[in-house]
C-alpha cells in the first residue's frame, strides 16, 4: 500500500492545516487509517484514527481541534487541524491497517503501511 501525505507547512498558534493522505490500491477504503506525528526526541503517538464505517477515536490532546475524515471516492483520508498550539509542532504520518479485522486504534503496532510524513509547524 502507498500512503502519500500533503498539507503540511508552518501556521501561527491558533491557525489551521488540512493534510491529506491518498492511498492506492483498490481495497484501500477497507483499511482502518491514522495519523501519527512525532516531534524531535519524542515517541511517535497516534493522534486520531478511523476505521472503515467511519468509526474515530482522538487523542485527548486534541480532541476538539482535530477532526479526521475520509472520501472513499478519492481513497484519500483527510486531518483538519484548528488552533493549532506549538506542541502540536511534529513530523505527521498517515498510516493504515490492511488487516481484515482492523479498528480505529492509536497504536502504532498495528499498523501495516505507513507514510513518508509531512511537516507541520506552529510558531509565531
Known amino acids: 500500500v502507498q500512503l502519500v501525505e500533503s498539507g503540511g507547512g508552518s501556521v501561527q498558534p491558533d491557525g489551521s492545516l488540512r493534510l491529506s493522505c491518498a492511498a492506492s490500491?483498490?481495497?484501500?477504503?477497507?483499511?482502518?487509517m491514522a495519523w501519527f506525528r512525532q516531534a524531535p526526541e519524542k515517541d511517535r503517538e497516534g493522534v486520531p484514527a478511523?476505521?472503515?464505517?467511519?468509526?474515530?477515536l482522538y487523542a485527548k490532546s486534541v480532541k476538539g481541534r482535530f477532526t479526521i475524515s475520509r472520501d472513499k471516492a478519492k481513497n484519500t483520508v483527510y486531518l483538519q487541524m484548528n488552533n493549532l498550539k506549538v506542541d502540536d509542532t511534529a513530523m505527521y504520518y498517515c498510516?493504515?491497517?490492511?488487516?481484515?479485522?482492523?479498528?480505529?486504534?492509536?497504536?502504532?503496532?498495528?499498523?501495516?503501511?505507513w507514510g513518508q510524513g509531512t511537516q507541520v509547524t506552529v510558531s509565531s
Open positions: 478511523i476505521n472503515r464505517a467511519g468509526g474515530v
Open positions: 490500491g483498490s481495497s484501500a477504503n477497507l483499511y482502518c
Open positions: 498510516a493504515a491497517d490492511t488487516t481484515s479485522g482492523c479498528g480505529a486504534s492509536l497504536k502504532k503496532e498495528v499498523y501495516t503501511d
